[in-house]
């Protein structure tokens, strides 16, 4: 179904599933190509491999990679840069276009969670991205980790990101928490890490804290009219408790024509991935699909 490969990101190696869409033979007329970005607990082989199987036997050329730093590819552990992980985004752009049967002006992003924050970053940037697909996404970091605290949790929250960024600055030593007090889980996200992610031996446990500094300096939201004409669909989750409904539906009004505004009803975060959900996962799916096919 796929080969292990790897590619290149600021001399990090970046580890990739590539699929080449069924009966696919060398020599064959080029085809276009989707990436598939992860959220962020990271790992393709956790939760990332349902979209790029059903988009191979949609006939895409697929590649799914794990930013530095997550499942096999290389770079520190625990830290979360969302530039860092756009730029390995661009330079897995770069790697298809090296892939035979790969036609470099039909490649198309589905992010998912914050890999939806990387798609559209990447496109407002990078004009050969021609399609975005994102799902439950995250698009304005600082209102995200605002969004899921109580008004004296974010107080708290913020001054001990800066007090250990006080400390980094003159002694050079990070401090790091758990991801769930990073990434603030409400019972069903804490049900699906405990239940599923954290059992996986690429799990990462502990993130540093100039993790949230960088993400809430990461504002994807403010670029998206920059994607237009080229079009965005949003999947969200109705009642998605870990990224909040707005952060689509802002996102989604910020950005130009053509775009689709996609819900998943009665749906919390996870339920939006097929290991959790099959049939709400679907649904999304449909949509998906049918953006690549019409304008990929």
């Keep these: 179904m796929y080969q292990e490969i790897f590619y290149y990101s600021e001399g990090f190696k970046i580890a990739a599933h590539l699929y080449a869409p069924q009966g696919w033979k060398k020599g064959g007329p080029p085809g276009p190509a989707v990436i598939c970005l992860h959220g962020y607990s990271g790992m393709k082989e956790v939760y990332g491999m349902d979209v790029p199987r059903r988009l191979w036997e949609e006939g895409y050329f697929v590649l799914a990679p794990d930013h530095r730093g997550f499942g096999k590819s290389e770079g520190p552990r625990g830290r979360h840069r969302p530039l860092e992980q756009a730029q390995d985004t661009h330079d897995a752009i770069t790697c298809l276009e090296t892939v035979e049967g790969v036609d470099p002006n039909r490649i198309g992003l589905f992010g998912t969670s914050f890999g939806g924050a990387n798609a559209v970053w990447v496109a407002a940037f990078d004009e050969r991205v021609k399609v975005v697909v994102t799902s439950v996404g995250v698009f304005e970091g600082e209102r995200w980790m605002r969004s899921v605290r109580r008004p004296h949790e974010w107080t708290a929250f ?74 965005v669909l949003f999947i969200y989750a109705e009642r998605d408790h870990l990224v909040p409904v707005q952060e689509q539906l802002s996102c989604h009004a910020a950005c130009g024509e053509p775009k689709k505004l996609v819900k998943l009803p009665g749906a919390e975060h996870y339920e939006s991935y097929k290991f959790c959900n099959p049939a709400t996962h679907e649904i999304g799916m449909r949509e998906a699909v049918a953006w690549f096919a019409r304008y990929l």
Aim: charged share 30%; with cysteine.
């Design 158 to 231: 913020r001054e001990k990101v800066m007090e250990a960024a006080r400390k980094r600055v003159v002694t050079g030593e990070a401090s790091t928490v758990p991801l769930p007090e990073m990434m603030l889980c409400d019972p069903h996200t804490e049900m699906v890490l405990k239940g599923h992610h954290q059992k996986h031996p690429h799990y990462v446990k502990d993130y540093d804290l100039e993790s949230a500094e960088a993400c809430w300096r990461y504002k994807p939201e403010w670029v998206a009219g920059r994607i237009a004409p080229r079009p």
